[in-house]
């Protein structure tokens, strides 16, 4: 018997959300960290792609910068991208590729979880 078995290349995963998704939407599954390409109806079967490259939203004007390669985490409960994992309640996104200013309003992530 096999020990695996191969089923798709993982750049996205089925997902069915209890409430309505909009399209652009991160969604947190556990460590998981998805982001909904299109809209999802409640109780409907969609995906969230867990790779790729996104730009998060980010506090703008609060002293927030991501240097190249920095690792980028989710703040699900304020919905932006952060420099910490808040001692395991923020999620890891991936990495940073393209540098972040204090000003800027969002951060481009390569997904790597």
Sequence with gaps: M?????VHEGASIDYTPGADVAAGDVVVRGELVGVAKTPIAANAL?????????DF???????VTFAVGA???????NNLAVTTDGAGANK???????????ADATVRVRMSQ
């Design 2 to 6: 096999a020990q695996a078995t191969f």
């Design 71 to 77: 690792l980028a985490y989710w703040d699900d409960t």
């Design 57 to 63: 939203a980010k506090a703008a004007g609060g002293g």
């Design 92 to 102: 890891l996104i991936g990495k940073c590729i393209k540098a972040a200013a204090d």
């Design 46 to 54: 969609g995906s969230l792609a867990v790779a790729g490259v996104f």
